[in-house]
């Protein structure tokens, strides 16, 4: 069967009720939407700040693969396993955007037995919020360029202006366009540009902000671009802009709930980009999420080298969070293909190319253990063509290495498959819970930052700049100082080349450019060219999209 | 006290429980958004078919002007008045669209003690319907140029693509663009623009499709531009587009049920441009509306000459409707300005301009009574200003035309203020109801259709084309002659020239344009310059727009 449907065919219970009987919270804080999503006000988001935390669980995986990992099934596999052995856990997801859903990707509520439903709402527009973000983002876009075309009198150099619009979809045409043709009556003629609405900053500051007091500040002080001069910012106060943007961020700031396929309560919300942003649902669901649950499990973007080093040195640093334990997804295909087997040939057992790519693993729990100084459970997402020689040399050489690895078989059974899994973590959170430590201190420089994530959770030899970048650097120090690095690298290695598989040692990280995104609060270092907008495929997935008569959504996935 | 005041003071009841208590619909049929919103489940839109339709009342006004006629105010208020004296009555209202809320225009959730409510909502985001008509027109926007970039094998002409991108947002520097920029890996470069979403054809379709299958039909047969030759069609379904945007429209096409100040039922559905498209709310909701009510009052955009032109030979000559009487809402202050008093001097009196505008309210009734064959009932929308010498004088003018006009104070005193309206609009569709003719019948050929509409309606004495128009439209006769025609022209006269006011006559429409929008199944015929991007003033509302530490919104009118 299909994941949508697998999904069709789940017994939803109405949330309403579930978030009563799961989690105690009343139906007077929950908004519906439909009978099987709500939103959890902010009043009693607000009023939970007295009660003691659960215990955080990261989801994080391996460096991504063609072949594939599955951190929202096995975060969703992992919540589900410890409901099951009478752990009171909630899961904390990103929420998917709608370009990937018609494009290759396809959706992000899960796969197989380990799905978050209703599927297709989650997939599609959900509750509104990347909309609500979108618009907020365009507000402010549209307002820009009105300001210039009725005089200009904050000077806003058009040259300089570094916000670009967006919209929800892969459409690549929109990359770079010029606006403001056809004549005086349309403005100023200019370039431009669009990214997908995860990439705005809006959405990492939604995913950040601690309330809403807090979201209109960050909203506020975005830099849209420069004077002539090229140094003295314009903010998005200086067009009052925030207090409309706020506005209409209203409901997107609550957190969404909805349920697994096994009616445990998951918390969706937020979803940053992974590259230019810093890849994890809101602080907001995660701070509720641990006020109502004993077990909170959460997941971040691409491979621990990017999600799980931004989930600590930004996220968690900025909320004041304090994870227990890491969960590592590995998959036999997916090592395999770091020791370099091709994707067509992954199906057939090959130890040795396993033990190779296992370098991979192994430099993701060492900076897991070493680094960020917390515990590593290895779950191993089983998949039907692992041998039992490969599951037993993937176990071997982790008992060598001194960590866990658990098979875990969610996507074929549910959180039954995972049971295990959920002893072990649960073990080692109710009895030796890390305490996470930062890969940079908030005091060095910004340059000193970067080369500290680059040499200690890369491996880099070195770290290169252009001197403007460098100056650039050095001329935030003063002002920015404080704020962390969201380093924007390709996911797929350790390294900035792509191809560079297994544990690349030595290599040079040569940072291109540097954004300071002031509303989310960091400063964006590029390695690499970071794509922002993707494209649609020769045959993109909203092909295979239909709905019935009757309703019935098919193709999605 | 401003309109968001009044509205914030309101006390609204649960949708649901109100929902069941009005109209006997049973809680199981509805979607919640929120307490006070909810959608009307298809499957029980659908199983309402047997029942007997109520009567259908539909408020339009007299040509606008920059003062103001009520619409949307009277609609409430004969709606609150209908049931205070003991009617039961449905509302049925168009969405706000955003642009708007943040430029000049503001809102438009009716204002004073004639509003619905939660009137942020409805102003801001609402249900999530706009948003989701601005994604499935953006995606085949997306799916068009990524056709074209992996190879083109439909081989659609980059220079003859209709179908541009919508934002619901006024942002003039999108009305032209071009895109693709940036290097093969963008795709090709071409020239393209920004609607607003209201002006999307999807939205007119959403507003007219009867039902889930009808609308992926006209979907599919959406135009979106034409093979080198400049006459063969690109359909949407030749994209294979049409399933993904009918599923991202599975919420949007179920009605919305919110209430009044006074907590009876308003269904707000749709939003079409009342210029390039028909200016109607959905036929769903109409049609729904009919058989849970006794009395439907609705509204169509800008005055009678377009909105209620449309209503009658596009919405109910597709659906069947069949509307009893017509409202026309008309104020003092608008008359004296269609007779040549200026916008600052309204609040004087002046009984001569007042009866000079009057010839702008007098075409208007003869349009309703003879044209479309409707009792009509003038409401004059009761303004603080007005002299009791002035509204003296309106009534006996409408005497001696046959006409009964009546005085509404809704906007003051809520639907007590309109209960006098209410007892002569009942009185007339429960004892002499109107049967509507259609200004011009299918058989005609559509520059007749068109001829029709300018010579009745419009009191115009020549009707004019390109030569280039004719031929068009002559080659569209054989496929598409049975289309109505959805005229664009300014709203501001009953000619195409803004400034004549009153009730020109004998002048010259010259339509510069033609369009098909297949998908909607009408021709647009443009006289004069259509704006489908509005912009922003110099000092936009959104500047004002703010929401506090709680929640609360101020600032949106």
Known sequence: MSDIEIAQKATMLPIMDLAEQKLGVDRQHLDPY?????????????????????????????????????????????????????????????????????????????????????????????????????????????????????????????????????VDMNDRALRKVVIGMGGPGNGYVREDGYDIVVASEVMAILCLATDLKDLKERLGRIVIGYKADGKTPIYARDLKAHGAMAALLKDAIKPNLVQTLENNIAIIHGGPFANIAHGCNTVTATKTALKLAD??????????????????????????????AVVLVATVRALKFHGGVKKEDLNQENLAALEQGLANLERHVHNIREHYGLPCVVSINHFTFDTDAEIALLQKKCQELGVQAVVAK????????????????????????????????EDLSLWQKIEAIATKIYGAGAVTADPKVKSQLAAWNDEYGHYPICMAKTQMSFSTDPNAKGAPTGHTVHIREVRLANGAGFIVAIAGDMMTMPGLPKVPAAEHIDIDDNGRITGLF
Chains 1, 2 share one sequence.
């Open 410 to 441: 969610h996507w074929a059974q549910g959180g039954q498959g995972a049971e295990e899994l959920a002893r072990v973590v649960s073990g080692i959170v109710d009895n030796q819970p890390g305490k996470h430590s930062f890969v940079y201190g």
């Open 34 to 166: 439909g009978h099987y999503k709500a939103k959890l006000c902010l009043d009693y988001v607000n009023s939970l700040g007295d009660k003691p935390d659960g215990k955080l669980i990261l989801v994080t995986a391996i460096s991504p693969t063609p072949a594939g990992e599955g951190k929202t099934t096995t975060t969703v596999g992992l919540g589900d396993a410890l409901n099951r052995i009478g752990k009171k856990a909630v899961m904390c997801l990103r929420e998917p955007s709608l370009g990937p859903c018609f494009g290759v990707k396809g959706g992000a509520a899960g796969g197989g037995y380990a799905q978050v439903v209703p599927m297709e709402d989650i997939n599609l527009h959900f509750t509104g919020d990347f909309h609500a973000i979108g618009v907020a983002h365009n507000l402010l876009a549209a307002l820009i360029d009105n300001h210039i075309t009725q005089g200009n009198p904050l000077h806003i150099d058009p040259r300089r202006i570094q916000w670009k619009r967006v």
């Open 295 to 324: 077990y909170v499990v959460t997941e971040a973007g691409f491979g621990a080298d990017l999600g799980a080093e931004k989930f600590l040195d930004i996220k968690c640093r900025m909320a004041g969070l304090n994870p227990a």
